[in-house]
């Protein structure tokens, strides 16, 4: 079955970048969109179909995917990043996939 | 505005089954995808299943092949979450969550319902 990897945790300065990784086989082949969920709060969707963002979430957010990794990244952090972050793709086979999630720390 | 409304915490039995719903207003149902993605106590998301609730048709995870089944009621705007044979790993809140239709098929979950926690406990 397909797997996506993320790192479990990222730390970052405020005002600094954040880059966030998800990695799977031929990954830059599917399209992968990006969740934000904050504890006890449903997630929230921040990129999709790799770059795009949804109206509402601010321009320091990106998105690219290429070869077998994505990466999600903040620019400028802030406090209110702090919380989990979860990539998804599709595979013909196994369907919906998640990664495992990675916890921001904006320190 | 859009909006996905789940029904209520369940507390089961081992073996039991659960049954969750799931009302979409502010938008037809039937031009979107409606997933169902749980998430145990502290733990990451997992893609249970799908529905097109057009023409009802299903797509579930293997995990959960033979267990899961996902029906709607278009007259109602409301899509159902049905889980049976309950177990204590089944502990997890329950979310629905949908996707526009295109042609290349399910993509990203532009709204998700506000979740729904099940707990198996004997």
């Known amino acids: 079955s397909y797997e996506l990897t993320q790192p479990p945790s990222v730390s970052v300065s405020p005002g600094q970048t954040a880059s966030i990784t998800c990695s799977g086989d031929?990954?830059?082949?599917?399209?992968v969109s990006w969740y934000q969920q904050k504890p006890g709060h449903s997630p929230i969707l921040v990129i999709y179909?790799?770059?795009n963002r949804p109206s509402g979430i601010p321009e320091r957010i990106s998105g690219s995917n290429s070869g077998n990794t994505a990466t999600l990244t903040i620019s400028g952090t802030q406090a209110m990043d702090e919380a989990d972050y979860y990539c998804l793709a599709w595979d013909s086979s196994t369907g919906g996939v998640f990664g495992g999630g990675t916890k921001l720390t904006v320190l | 505005q859009v909006q996905l409304v789940q029904s209520g915490a369940e507390v089961k039995k081992p073996e039991a089954s659960v049954k969750i719903s799931c009302k979409a207003s502010?938008?037809?149902?039937?031009?979107?995808?409606m997933h169902w993605v749980r998430q145990a106590p502290g733990q990451g998301l997992e893609w249970m299943g799908t529905i097109i609730p057009g023409d009802g048709s299903t797509t579930y995870a293997q995990k959960f092949q033979g267990r899961l089944t996902l029906t709607r009621d278009t007259s109602r705007s409301t899509v159902y979450m049905e889980l049976r044979s309950l177990r204590s790993e089944d502990t997890a809140v329950y979310y629905c969550?949908?996707?526009?239709?295109?042609?290349?098929?399910?993509?990203?979950?532009?709204?998700w319902g506000q979740g729904t926690l099940v707990t198996v406990s004997s």
């Open positions: 031929k990954l830059g082949n599917k399209f």
């Open positions: 179909q790799d770059t």
């Open positions: 969550a949908r996707d526009e239709i295109v042609v290349a098929g399910p993509d990203a979950f532009d709204t």
């Open positions: 502010g938008y037809t149902l039937s031009k979107y995808y």
